[in-house]
Every structure is written in structure tokens, then in C-alpha cells.
């Protein structure tokens, strides 16, 4: 375990190195358009869920300043700022007087993202691996993640709940790779036909390293190698590998 302990430490201390140098991307030239229906609505955030605090009326001019999926984050010439639905994006139009061109989905869509959700199926110690995931992502490079997972073996089902963090140091390659440092726990449950073992839980640590490719629309794809440290109340601790892929998607 102590040669387990320092390889962890290596590979943390590398993906601390990869986590503090976050790209800067350029921004691109801001577009202004005029609303031609009696208003569009302004939320406070990118998600119907966030309150309406302004509207922009008929003839109003406004600046676009970001996409984010489906919504798009304006600012009326006295500053007011917030985020509007594509659709009633497309009730305004263009400085010689034709539509808003809104194009579909992009790979610079899936950088922006905020939020993401992954089904995913893989290997865990010859058991087989199912498991779900939620990211939050503070910007192209920083994420974080929490997952939970559950492995079918022929002697004991493991239910693993994980939190980490994922850093993408390349968010602009369509092979995207990416790092990932975290913990959780493990829930061991034997089959009781076969052993006579106590259920257990212990606590566990990880890093790792995988591959994003966005696919089309919302959809990506996602695979993931994890390298497990078990810290159990015995005299030994455990370690053990987990491989896995995903389709996911994104908001």
C-alpha cells in the first residue's frame, strides 16, 4: 500500500499542476439585436426555473453576450442583463432587419455547459459496473462531480458514492481528455449463500484519467479509467481498478 499511497500522491499532486493554469478563451465580438414582438423576458439565471426580474419591449435593442444551450444572456442598453429562452430569442432580428440566425448545437455549446448527467455501464474487478453521474462545471477547464455505482460480482454486490473533482485541460479538442481526483465510500454487501462475511463500509480515494467526445446536439461520450484506495478497519487496506463508458448530456 505505501507504493499504492505514493503513486496517488504523484498523480494528485499532477492533477493540482493541471488545475491551476485554466485557459482563457477570447471572446468573440458582441451581437446586438431589436425585439419585434411586444417583449421577450429576462431571467435572473439559464433555466426556466429562475424568476423573470426584467423584460425587453418592442423596439428595444439588445446586446447578446453568451449562449448557453438554450438560453442566451442579453443586456438592454441600461444595463439591465439576463437570460432569455431561444424561442423568444427568436422574436428579434438583426440590424437589416432579417431573423436572429440560430444555429443547432456546437462543441462550443457543450464547453459552455453547465450542468451534466451520464448513464454508464464498465468493469469492476470482473464484476460488472452500472452507475449514474451529476457535474457541475465552474468553467471549460473545473468541474466537480458526485456518482453513484453498483457492482455485481459472483460473491458480493459494491454500492460506491463518490465525490470529485475533474479538470479538462483541453476543452477545445474534440478528444478531450481529462483528470480526476476524489473520494467516497464503498458499501459491501456478501452474498450470503456463498460467505458467512459481515456487511461493511469503508471509505475509499481515487484518481484518474479519461476521454470526452461530443457527439451531436446534447449528447457526448465518455470514458473513464479510476484507480480505487480502500481504507478499511483492518490490518490491510485494498485498491482496486474500474474502468467505465457513458453516453451523456448536457444543459
Same mark, same amino acid.
Request: hydrophobic share 40%.
Given at each position: 500500500?505505501?507504493?499504492?499511497?505514493?503513486?496517488?500522491?504523484?498523480?494528485?499532486?499532477?492533477?493540482?499542476?493541471?488545475?491551476?493554469?485554466?485557459?482563457?478563451?477570447?471572446?468573440?465580438?458582441?451581437?446586438?439585436?431589436?425585439?419585434?414582438? %411586444?417583449?421577450?423576458? $429576462?431571467?435572473?439565471?439559464?433555466?426556466?426555473?429562475?424568476?423573470?426580474?426584467?423584460?425587453?419591449?418592442?423596439?428595444?435593442?439588445?446586446?447578446?453576450?453568451?449562449?448557453?444551450? /438554450?438560453?442566451?444572456?442579453?443586456?438592454?442598453?441600461?444595463?439591465?442583463?439576463?437570460?432569455?429562452?431561444? /424561442?423568444? $430569442?427568436?422574436?428579434?432580428?438583426?440590424? +437589416?432587419?432579417?431573423?436572429?440566425?440560430?444555429?443547432?448545437?456546437?462543441?462550443?455549446?457543450?464547453?459552455?455547459?453547465?450542468?451534466? @448527467?451520464?448513464?454508464? !455501464?464498465?468493469?469492476?474487478?470482473?464484476? =460488472?459496473?452500472? !452507475?449514474? #453521474? =451529476?457535474?457541475?462545471?465552474?468553467?471549460?477547464?473545473?468541474?466537480?462531480?458526485?456518482? @453513484?455505482?453498483?457492482?455485481? !460480482? +459472483?460473491?458480493?454486490?459494491?454500492?460506491?458514492? +463518490?465525490?470529485?473533482?475533474?479538470?479538462? %485541460?483541453? %476543452?477545445?479538442?474534440?478528444?478531450?481528455? @481529462?483528470?480526476?481526483?476524489?473520494?467516497?465510500?464503498?458499501?459491501?454487501?456478501?452474498?450470503?449463500?456463498?460467505?458467512?462475511?459481515?456487511?461493511?463500509?469503508?471509505?475509499? =480515494?481515487?484518481?484518474?484519467?479519461?476521454?470526452?467526445? #461530443?457527439?451531436?446536439?446534447?449528447?457526448?461520450?465518455?470514458?473513464?479509467?479510476?484507480? #480505487?484506495?480502500?481504507?478499511?478497519?483492518? +490490518?490491510?487496506?485494498?485498491?482496486? /481498478?474500474?474502468?467505465?463508458?457513458?453516453?451523456?448530456?448536457? @444543459?
Amino acid at each position: 500500500m505505501r507504493l499504492i499511497s505514493k503513486i496517488s500522491l504523484r498523480i494528485g499532486g499532477l492533477l493540482l499542476g493541471l488545475l491551476l493554469p485554466w485557459s482563457l478563451q477570447a471572446e468573440e465580438s458582441p451581437l446586438r439585436v431589436q425585439v419585434f414582438a %411586444p417583449y421577450i423576458e $429576462m431571467h435572473t439565471g439559464p433555466g426556466a426555473v429562475y424568476p423573470v426580474h426584467h423584460v425587453a419591449e418592442r423596439d428595444e435593442w439588445v446586446v447578446i453576450h453568451k449562449r448557453r444551450t /438554450d438560453w442566451f444572456l442579453v443586456e438592454t442598453r441600461r444595463g439591465k442583463q439576463g437570460w432569455v429562452a431561444i /424561442d423568444e $430569442m427568436r422574436r428579434t432580428r438583426l440590424e +437589416d432587419g432579417t431573423p436572429l440566425p440560430l444555429k443547432a448545437y456546437s462543441e462550443r455549446d457543450f464547453r459552455d455547459r453547465t450542468w451534466e @448527467f451520464s448513464f454508464y !455501464g464498465g468493469d469492476m474487478e470482473g464484476a =460488472a459496473l452500472l !452507475g449514474l #453521474y =451529476a457535474g457541475y462545471a465552474f468553467n471549460e477547464n473545473l468541474s466537480t462531480e458526485v456518482s @453513484f455505482s453498483q457492482a455485481l !460480482g +459472483d460473491f458480493s454486490s459494491e454500492y460506491l458514492f +463518490d465525490v470529485n473533482l475533474v479538470s479538462q %485541460p483541453f %476543452p477545445e479538442w474534440t478528444f478531450s481528455p @481529462f483528470f480526476t481526483l476524489g473520494g467516497g465510500v464503498i458499501r459491501t454487501n456478501p452474498n450470503a449463500t456463498l460467505v458467512e462475511t459481515e456487511d461493511r463500509t469503508d471509505t475509499t =480515494a481515487h484518481v484518474g484519467a479519461g476521454l470526452k467526445v #461530443y457527439l451531436t446536439r446534447r449528447f457526448f461520450l465518455r470514458g473513464e479509467f479510476r484507480h #480505487y484506495a480502500v481504507f478499511t478497519s483492518r +490490518d490491510e487496506n485494498e485498491d482496486f /481498478d474500474q474502468w467505465k463508458i457513458g453516453l451523456g448530456f448536457f @444543459f
